[in-house]
């Protein structure tokens, strides 16, 4: 552990707010720095729900939130469980069909048509279009696919399957042999160099859940030649499970040791991709599955979502798609018809310290602490801004502890003054939807169609000495622009 990971643990333990030794802010980006996509959060619909998210205002205002915030518009992937469940039907009026018996459910089965594409083909970003493998009609998923590839100008890639480790026995893709890595390999590399001829160089591969178990790693060379046809590499990921009555723990959920070690999983994943001259996303991720249990609506989540976005960048990772489920039937949403949820305003906040000029991304910690500190770099490998996360945990009882953390280097003046602006809430299980007030920068807020409302502000703080020292209270993240 470094000297200052050390001291910060200590002084935790006591409880007490003590400044650690300085952390040195690099003049320039590291060498060892990740470099961030402009889209590193994005966004996934689920299949048969995105029609239904496009007719909500909130969609738009927030996708276009992020984009004001980066300078691009975050990328779209529409997949998820239902897109094995659908059935391609060209002659449909509507651009989905399907019956629930209520309204918060997802259907077994459902068609879908033309219409479809031309509601994805508005999305602003890239698109990324999950089809049906498991019922394995190639044909069927063909004909959409064609429809996409002619409608869709920001077509991207197109995944065939979801989690296809989960295929149930039954399902019309499984061979008498059986159902493992070695056979979906065997699949996805049969359908590319089927589909290629028609669509091209365009598929996105693996979509595994259970990694390592079924991975980009195995899956590479499995593919032999067929890997050509392959655009990029996903990955899921959900850090907990809401599913069949698994429990969650927002404090472990939150913690930035935990997130650290939690996402180095996925560098050997990257470096399979990258190794093979291949993006690598995680193409549906959240909190926890089954949409999120209590956990997902917290305040928490979305300081999570904050330390998260940043590690998956750090290990190689360069977009993650939080997945948005079944409208009204939603924990880990990040909005709905009638409320944009907190951890939206994590979404926002790291947004903000990437920025449009954000290129490179350095942590600053050393991972074993509490407390999360990163420097972003300009294209120039300036230091423009820092963010600190207390990932401390504060449930609203007793007394909320602090962390003062001092900074020197990074060409700072030996005097003078810096802004900052700071994510905070009454604690880590503060809820928008329940009334509790999450705010950035004092006073910004959401409203119910996620435009900006409210009024956003900076503290000011003084350099001493070369030195700039900030206070950042358990369950809390700041922002110092530099």
């Known amino acids: 552990m470094s000297y200052i990971g050390m001291f910060l643990t200590i002084a935790i333990a006591l409880g007490i707010s003590l400044a650690a030794g300085a952390v040195v802010i690099p003049t320039t980006a590291p060498a060892s720095a990740a470099n961030v996509d402009k889209a590193l959060l994005s966004v996934s619909f689920e299949f048969f729900a995105f029609p239904g998210y496009t007719a909500i205002e909130s969609t738009a205002n927030c996708l276009a939130n992020i984009a004001t915030l980066r300078g691009a518009p975050p990328a779209v992937r529409i997949g998820g469980t239902t897109q094995d469940r659908a059935t391609y039907n060209p002659s449909l009026s509507t651009a989905v069909n399907y019956t629930v018996a209520n309204a918060g459910d997802a259907p077994d089965t459902l068609t879908y048509g033309p219409s479809f594409f031309t509601l994805a083909a508005q999305m602003k970003g890239d698109v990324t279009v999950g089809l049906n493998r498991r019922l394995n009609n190639q044909a069927n998923t063909l004909a959409a696919a064609l429809q996409a590839k002619q409608v869709m100008p920001n077509l991207l890639s ?16 499984i061979p008498g042999g059986g159902w493992n890595p070695a056979a979906d390999g065997a ?18 591969a693996a979509v595994y859940l259970q990694i390592p178990t079924w991975s980009t790693a195995g899956l590479v060379p499995m593919l032999g030649s067929a890997i050509n046809f392959v655009k990029t590499f996903s990955g899921h990921s959900y850090p907990q499970s809401a599913c069949g009555g698994a429990s969650t723990n927002l404090q472990s959920l939150l913690s930035h040791s935990s997130i650290v070690s ?3 999983r996925f560098r050997s994943e990257a470096n399979a991709a990258h190794n093979a001259g291949k993006r690598y996303f995680l193409g549906e991720t959240n909190s926890a599955t089954c949409g999120g ?7 928490g989540a979305a300081l999570w979502i904050v330390d998260y976005a940043l590690q998956a960048a750090i290990n190689g990772i360069e977009r993650q798609y939080f997945h948005q489920g079944t409208i009204g039937n939603c924990q880990y949403c990040w909005w709905g018809r009638f409320t944009v949820g907190a951890p939206f305003y994590g979404v926002a906040f790291v947004s903000e310290f990437l920025g449009t000029d954000g290129t490179k991304l350095a942590m600053l910690d050393d991972g074993t602490s509490a407390v999360a500190v990163y420097a972003i770099f300009d294209s120039a490998g300036r230091p423009v801004r820092l963010l600190v996360y207390n990932s401390n945990f504060f449930n609203g009882s007793g007394t909320r502890s602090s962390t003062v953390v001092s900074f020197t280097g990074g060409n700072l003046p030996t005097s003078g003054s810096r802004t900052l602006k700071r994510l905070t ?55 110092v622009y530099l």
């Open 158 to 173: 197109i995944e065939l399957g979801n989690e296809p480790e989960f295929y149930a026995s039954g399902s019309p893709i």
């Open 425 to 479: 809430a009454p604690s880590a299980m503060s809820r928008v939807d329940q009334g509790e007030a999450v705010t950035i920068g004092g006073g910004g807020t959401f409203d119910s169609t996620c435009r900006n409302a409210g009024t956003q502000t900076r503290e000011t703080i003084s350099i001493s000495n070369g030195d700039l020292s900030v206070t950042v209270r358990a369950s809390e993240s700041v922002i």
């Open 187 to 204: 699949s996805q590399k049969a359908w590319f160099t089927s589909l290629a001829p028609s669509l091209g160089n365009i598929f996105q």
């Open 293 to 299: 249990g209590g956990i997902s609506p917290t305040f």
């Open 262 to 264: 939690y996402t180095s």
